[in-house]
């Protein structure tokens, strides 16, 4: 149990487009999503939390213009990157917590983004 | 400045050694978890420690968390390549706030 899916798990896209990066809980309802970015041989950057029907919280340094994250269901959050720009390039993981399990997040296996 | 700092950074060993993987802070958790990830791929979690003081075993790891719940520790037994990854700690406060340490890159030559 507890399965978390990301789509794409690659993407190349030409810089100032736009590009769309679904997570879903295969079989539980997440009531809270994370959004998170990670560099080579990195630690994980938490760039934003979102809760089921509400706005998403983004920590500070993250533009919410930059990144749209949409929490529209228990089990879909996605993430936009906007005008992607080489700069943005970067393995981008989201994990899901559920409301019984509120300490556990469980994890994507994430999104390689290269803007050209 | 992390919350949560790891060391060491970088570890490499030969298969059959131990070693020690500490996460230290000055600040209080509810509970802790380690996760191990690979390249590629996302981090998956091996534990979850609640009580200060605890201590859990998973085959030839070790995890304990302080007893002030402000540290932990991750020791393998006689290390295999198998281990090889990125090994994260992620401390939980108000039940709702995740933060991950720094991280520690290990790799187990054969």
């Known amino acids: 149990g507890a399965v978390v899916s990301q789509h794409p798990s690659r993407v190349i896209c030409k810089s100032g487009t736009s590009v769309k990066i679904e997570c879903r809980s295969l079989?539980?309802?997440?009531?809270?999503m994370f959004w998170y970015r990670q560099f080579p041989k990195q630690s994980l950057m938490l760039m934003a939390t979102s809760n089921e029907g509400s706005k998403a919280t983004y920590e500070q340094g993250v533009e919410k213009d930059k990144f749209l994250i949409n929490h529209a269901s228990l089990t879909l959050s996605t993430l936009t990157v906007t005008s992607a720009h080489p700069e943005d390039s970067s393995f981008y993981i989201c994990?899901?917590?559920?409301?019984?399990?509120?300490?556990?997040?469980?994890f994507g296996p994430g999104t390689r983004l290269t803007v050209l | 400045t992390q919350l949560l700092e790891q060391s060491p950074q970088f570890l490499s060993i030969q298969e059959g050694e131990n070693l020690t993987v500490y996460c230290n802070s000055s600040s209080v958790f509810s509970s802790l978890q380690w996760y191990r990830q690979e390249p590629g791929e996302g981090p998956v979690l091996l534990v979850t420690?609640?009580?200060?003081?605890e201590v859990k075993k998973l085959k030839r790891l070790t995890f304990q968390f302080g007893d002030a719940r402000k540290d932990s520790s991750l020791h393998i037994t006689a290390a295999q390549p198998g281990d090889t990854g990125l090994y994260l700690c992620?401390?939980?406060?108000?039940?709702?706030?995740?933060?991950f340490g720094s991280g520690t890159k290990l790799n187990v030559k054969p």
């Open positions: 992620a401390g939980v406060r108000n039940f709702n706030k995740f933060y």
């Open positions: 420690v609640v009580t200060g003081g």
């Open positions: 079989d539980f309802q997440a009531t809270t």
């Open positions: 994990s899901a917590r559920s409301r019984e399990r509120s300490d556990t997040q469980y």
